[in-house]
């Protein structure tokens, strides 16, 4: 994933900042501002919000195209981070939220009523998928790549990928 100008602007005041405090410390820090820890963390949540813009917009496309509003699809945020978000049909949630700094779970779910209800049981979750990571892993020059069971990806395939699996589970 290729660095904005936002992201990069952010990287130069930290720079600034820490080679102000070195000035004023008269101390020689070695790592001059490369905080890996916040590199991770501000990465995970850029590109978790990535995936959430390239899946809304290709739920936008796919709820456009469909003649019905019936099996549209629904993208909403969800409580832990800003940028986690699950997508909703039929009953069906794909979620995709933030497991720690480099680490990016999915989960698939079907929420549908029992059979037979119960008296105190009104839902039934289901677990469709396993939890799946997307992991992240230092390259060259601190640049966080991101990995899915150690293989590179690019982000457009694991869209296609994810989405048409959603639509084929909720479709059911």
């Known amino acids: 994933m290729e660095m904005n100008r936002t992201e990069s602007k952010t990287w130069i005041r930290e720079l600034v900042s820490a080679d102000e405090q070195i000035e004023k410390s008269v101390m020689i820090d070695m790592n001059l501002g490369l905080d890996t820890?916040?590199?991770?963390?501000?990465?995970?949540?850029?590109?978790?919000?990535?995936?959430?813009?390239?899946?809304?917009?290709?739920?936008?496309?796919?709820?456009?195209?469909?003649?019905?509003?019936?099996?549209?699809?629904?993208?909403?945020?969800?409580?832990?981070?800003?940028?986690?978000?699950?997508?909703?049909?039929?009953?069906?949630?794909?979620?995709?939220?933030?497991?720690?700094?480099?680490?990016?779970?999915?989960?698939?779910?079907?929420?549908?009523?029992?059979?037979?209800?119960?008296?105190?049981?009104k839902e039934q979750v289901t677990i469709v998928m396993d939890e799946e990571l997307l992991e992240a892993k230092w390259g060259a020059f601190e640049e966080v790549l991101w990995s899915y069971k150690g293989l590179s990806f690019k982000v457009e395939y694991l869209v296609r990928h994810y989405m048409t699996l959603f639509i084929k589970e909720s479709s059911r």
């Open 37 to 121: 820890q916040r590199i991770l963390v501000n990465d995970t949540v850029q590109f978790l919000l990535r995936l959430k813009t390239d899946f809304a917009e290709t739920a936008a496309v796919f709820n456009e195209l469909k003649p019905t509003a019936l099996g549209r699809i629904k993208v909403y945020g969800i409580a832990k981070t800003h940028a986690d978000f699950m997508l909703f049909r039929n009953g069906y949630k794909m979620i995709f939220s933030v497991k720690n700094a480099g680490l990016i779970s999915m989960r698939f779910h079907y929420v549908g009523n029992l059979a037979i209800p119960q008296p105190t049981q």
